[in-house]
C-alpha cells in the first residue's frame, strides 16, 4: 500500500504562483520517476513536468519558463512550483510516482486560475 499525499492546490488570479507538494507515505517506497499531470474535462490527462531520480527533467511546451518541478529523494517527495499562471493552467493536477512497472497516483490537486 503507498499513498500519494499532495498540497497546495487552490485559487489564484492570472499571473500568480503556486507550489504544489507531493509525499509517497512510509518509507517502502522509492520512485524512480516522479510527476504532475494535469486535467481538465473533455481532455485527455496530460504531463505537465517529470524528473528522474537523477535530476533529469522534462516539461510541457505549455509550461516551459513557467513551472519548476524539484525532488527530495530522502523524503520521496515531488515539487512544483508554477508562475504566471493563466487560466489555461485551470485544472485538476495529479502528482505520479513510478518505479519497476508499478505507478501510483495522488488524489487530485484542484488549480483554479481566475482571469
Known amino acids: 500500500q503507498v499513498q500519494l499525499v499532495e498540497s497546495g492546490g487552490g485559487l489564484v488570479q492570472t499571473g500568480g504562483s503556486l507550489r504544489l507538494s507531493c509525499a509517497a507515505s512510509g518509507s517502502t517506497f522509492s520512485p524512480d520517476v516522479m510527476g504532475w499531470y494535469r486535467q481538465t474535462p473533455g481532455k485527455q490527462r496530460e504531463p505537465v513536468a517529470v524528473?528522474?531520480?537523477?535530476?533529469?527533467?522534462s516539461y510541457a511546451d505549455s509550461v516551459k519558463g513557467r513551472f519548476t518541478i524539484s525532488r527530495d529523494n530522502a523524503k520521496n517527495a515531488v515539487y512544483l512550483q508554477m508562475n504566471s499562471l493563466k487560466p489555461e493552467d485551470t485544472a485538476v493536477y495529479y502528482c505520479n510516482g513510478s518505479r519497476l512497472g508499478l505507478v501510483y497516483w495522488g488524489q487530485g490537486n484542484q488549480v483554479t486560475v481566475s482571469s
Open positions: 524528473i528522474t531520480s537523477a535530476g533529469s527533467t
